[in-house]
């Protein structure tokens, strides 16, 4: 299940992007929570607790880089699911198919709001 928090500028294209990507892999409870990364030097990040992922976004991303970003923090979800632990493994993945993934999603659905 997904749950959205903290100050989520467009909750629909989260949801959006989640749908897309369960639809590909399941995953455990997943929260988003939007905050200023701005000093953190990061776009997103994950975390796992127990069961659950934490990833954070920078909420001042717009349009691709924010379904870029929160595709890339969902792969790592499925990395740490699968127990992929070598970093340079996990950035390549994760850069590949936040890509990949971005340009699915935007030739299946016509707007993104």
Do not use: W
């Amino acid at each position: 299940m997904l749950y959205i928090s903290g100050q989520c500028k467009k909750p629909n294209v989260t949801e959006q992007v989640y749908d897309f990507f369960t639809k590909k892999y399941t995953l455990p409870d997943v929260e988003v929570y939007y905050c200023d990364l701005s000093s953190e030097g990061a776009l997103g990040f994950q975390e796992k607790n127990g069961d659950e992922f934490l990833i954070h976004i920078d909420s001042n991303l717009t349009g691709d880089e924010h379904i870029r970003t929160l595709f890339h923090e969902l792969v790592h979800c499925t990395q740490d699911i699968r127990g992929v632990k070598n970093d340079t493994n996990r950035e390549q993945e994760a850069y590949q198919l936040e890509e990949q993934y971005t340009n699915e999603l935007m030739l299946r659905t016509s707007k993104l709001d």
